[in-house]
Nanobody, 130 residues
Framework: QLQPVESGGGWVQPGGSLRLSCADP????????IGWFRQAPGKEREGVSC????????????DYAPSVAGRFTISRDNAKNTVDLQMNSLKPEDTAVYYC???????????????????WGQGTQVTVSS
């Protein structure tokens, strides 16, 4: 069973960068859509970004929430079997626990709050403050 594990969280000053990774040592992530989500204290979980599997007519297609488009980049490292989230120009409002999750497809609307992903990681804390 797929068990995603997030890494790369930490503290960074506003304007800084962090790179998160989502991995599963036992299962090839190429076959799955992988999404990144986040949840700040007192708020609902929100979508951040998603990338489709490496197979099919829309292989590798990416999607971003409007709040992170142009600042965050999702990508696959096929050699490492990871899906990474490069986060640049970080803002205090990006502070949250970030989760990666796997499914056969990406959410239709990352701006919503209901995400039908099948396998979720435990999350990694990202704190942006001065």
């Amino acid at each position: 069973q797929l068990q995603p594990v997030e890494s790369g969280g930490g503290w960074v000053q506003p304007g800084g960068s962090l790179r998160l990774s989502c991995a599963d040592p036992g299962i090839n992530l190429d076959y799955y859509a992988i999404g990144w989500f986040r949840q700040a204290p007192g708020k609902e979980r929100e979508g951040v970004s998603c990338i489709l599997s490496n197979y099919g007519s829309m292989a590798g297609k990416t999607d971003y929430a409007p709040s992170v488009a142009g600042r965050f980049t999702i990508s696959r490292d096929n050699a490492k079997n990871t899906v990474d989230l490069q986060m640049n120009s970080l803002k205090p409002e990006d502070t949250a626990v970030y989760y990666c999750a796997a499914a056969w497809g990406c959410p239709t609307d990352l701006s919503g709050t209901n995400f039908d992903m099948d396998y979720w990681g435990q999350g990694t804390q990202v704190t942006v403050s001065s």
